[in-house]
T-cell receptor, first 114, second 113 residues
Framework: SQTIHQWPATLVQPVGSPLSLECTVE??????LYWYRQAAGRGLQLLFY??????ISSEVPQNLSASRPQDRQFILSSKKLLLSDSGFYLC?????????????FGQGTRLTVV | GENVGLHLPTLSVQEGDNSIINCAYS??????FIWYKQESGKGPQFIID?????DKRQGQRVTVLLNKTVKHLSLQIAATQPGDSAVYFC????????????FGSGTQLTVLP
C-alpha cells in the first residue's frame, strides 16, 4: 500500500533562518506531488506541484521554493523565512495520468516563524 | 484558480442527528469533486468523491449530492457521531487543471453529546 511521510511534525524557526521540509512517498512510482499551505481557519492553498523529477510548477509567488531530487521525494525550502511563512504545510500525492483523482495527504508540518 | 467556498463556517449537531455540510463552487468547468475530513493537527482524509456525470453518490453513512445547475455540493452524514467532529473541506478539479485541487475554506462540524 502507498504511504506518505512528512517531517518534522512541528517546527519553530526564527525570522531570516532557512527552511527545509521533506516529504517522501512509498508504494507508488512517478506520483504527482504537491505542497499546500493552510493558514489557521482557512482552506488549503496550493504552493507547488511536480509531475516528475526536477519538474516543479509554482502556483503563487512567494518566499518558498520546491525541489524534487528523486521520484518520490519532494522538498519545500526557503533561504530566509518571513513571519508570514507561518502555517500548516501539507504534502500530498496523486496518481499520474488520471484526469480526476483524489490526493492523499501527509500529516502536515506546523511551522511557526518567530 | 476559481474560488470554492462554503456557506457556513461552523455547524453544531446533536449526536445521532444527520448533518448536512454545503459547498458552492464557481468554476463551471469543474467536473470532479471531493470531500475531505481534517481532524485537528492532521492532514485531510478522503471521504467521498463524485464526478460531474452523477448527481448523487453514497458511501458508508455519507452521501454527496451534486447540483451542477446551481453549482452546489453537499455532504450528508447520517447518525452523526462524536468522531465525526472535524473540519470538512470540499475540493474541486477540472480537466483544465487536472493536476490540482482547489479547496474551500472548510466547515467546522461539532457533534454535541
Amino acid at each position: 500500500s502507498q504511504t506518505i511521510h512528512q517531517w518534522p511534525a512541528t517546527l519553530v524557526q526564527p525570522v531570516g533562518s532557512p527552511l527545509s521540509l521533506e516529504c517522501t512517498v512509498e508504494g507508488t512510482s512517478n506520483p504527482n506531488l504537491y505542497w499546500y499551505r493552510q493558514a489557521a481557519g482557512r482552506g488549503l492553498q496550493l504552493l507547488f506541484y511536480s509531475v516528475g523529477i526536477g519538474q516543479i510548477s509554482s502556483e503563487v509567488p512567494q518566499n518558498l521554493s520546491a525541489s524534487r531530487p528523486q521520484d518520490r521525494q519532494f522538498i519545500l525550502s526557503s533561504k530566509k523565512l518571513l513571519l508570514s511563512d507561518s502555517g500548516f504545510y501539507l504534502c500530498a500525492w496523486s496518481q499520474t495520468g488520471l484526469a480526476n483523482t483524489e490526493a492523499f495527504f501527509g500529516q502536515g508540518t506546523r511551522l511557526t516563524v518567530v | 484558480g476559481e474560488n470554492v467556498g462554503l456557506h457556513l463556517p461552523t455547524l453544531s449537531v446533536q449526536e445521532g442527528d444527520n448533518s448536512i455540510i454545503n459547498c458552492a463552487y464557481s468554476n463551471s468547468a469543474s467536473d470532479y469533486f471531493i470531500w475531505y475530513k481534517q481532524e485537528s493537527g492532521k492532514g485531510p482524509q478522503f471521504i467521498i468523491d463524485i464526478r460531474s456525470n452523477m448527481d448523487k453518490r453514497q458511501g458508508q453513512r455519507v452521501t454527496v449530492l451534486l447540483n451542477k445547475t446551481v453549482k452546489h455540493l453537499s455532504l450528508q452524514i447520517a447518525a452523526t457521531q462524536p468522531g465525526d467532529s472535524a473540519v470538512y473541506f470540499c475540493a474541486e478539479s477540472s480537466r483544465r487543471s487536472i493536476r490540482q485541487l482547489t479547496f474551500g475554506s472548510g466547515t467546522q462540524l461539532t457533534v454535541l453529546p
